[in-house]
């Protein structure tokens, strides 16, 4: 089945540790995104990728890294840097960034607790 | 500004009609969505509408577009209890390169 997975789904770490969450999508799609999610706000942009080798900064980047050596994968490494990283982190994937419908497919989220 | 705006809750009987509303800012949408996030889960695209259309139907679901006031709502006809969840309005503009901007979410409680 083609799809989007995220693992894992619930993470703890303690404060000053670097963590990264795993994102891989087998649907062929050229663009990832990376959002984070709090309570009572719209999801927000962290980081993006129209394809491998090149990603560019959302909307909140600062405290968060990425890479896209293949196609199929777009780890998100949130650092000791990010001030407030306990949030529930969305990982989605689109065809392309827009150009066509723009339907983003969403992987089922991690949950990130730090302390 | 970049706001997609939502009320943040609504609640309904089971069996009536739900209607979701979403007002955006920037005439430069290409498409405009509908997401649904149930507890604990990632979003699924329940439908889009292109900006050059008015409405379109699927099933239980409508949506219309009001491209002059920049209004977007989404009915669904007979909700039941399984449409418990967080409804997002989304839109793609295209400002030199493509963007999606989502709304806050409106959390749809269905009472039985």
């Known amino acids: 089945d083609g799809g989007i997975t995220q693992s894992p789904k619930y993470l703890f770490r303690k404060e000053g540790q670097n963590v990264t969450l795993s994102c891989e999508q087998n649907?062929?799609?050229?663009?990832m995104y990376w959002y984070r999610q709090d309570p009572g706000q719209g999801l927000r942009l962290i980081y993006y990728?129209?394809?491998?080798?090149?990603?560019q900064k959302g909307d909140i980047a600062e405290g968060y890294s990425v890479s896209r050596e293949k196609k199929e994968s777009f780890p998100l490494t949130v650092t000791s840097a990010q001030k407030n990283p306990t949030a529930f982190y969305l990982c989605?994937?689109?065809?392309?960034?827009?150009?066509?419908?723009?339907?983003?497919?969403f992987g089922p989220g991690t949950r990130l607790t730090v302390t | 500004g970049e706001d997609v705006e939502q009320s943040l809750f609504l609640s309904v009987r089971e069996g009536d009609s739900s209607v979701i509303n979403c007002t955006y800012t920037?005439?430069?949408?290409?498409?405009l969505y509908w997401y649904k996030q149930e507890p604990g889960a990632g979003l699924q695209l329940l439908t889009y509408?292109?900006?050059?259309?008015d409405m379109k139907q699927d099933q239980r679901l409508t949506v219309l577009l009001n491209k002059k006031d920049k209004h977007l709502s989404l009915r669904i006809a007979d909700t039941q209890t399984g449409d418990s969840a967080i409804y997002f309005c989304?839109?793609?503009?295209?400002?030199?390169?493509?963007?999606?901007?989502f709304g806050a979410g409106t959390r749809l409680f269905v009472k039985a």
């Open positions: 509408i292109f900006s050059n259309m």
């Open positions: 989304a839109e793609t503009r295209y400002t030199g390169g493509f963007k999606t901007i």
């Open positions: 649907l062929n799609h050229d663009a």
């Open positions: 989605a994937s689109s065809i392309d960034l827009g150009g066509s419908v723009g339907e983003q497919y």
């Open positions: 990728s129209q394809i491998v080798n090149d990603f």
């Open positions: 920037d005439s430069s949408s290409t498409y």
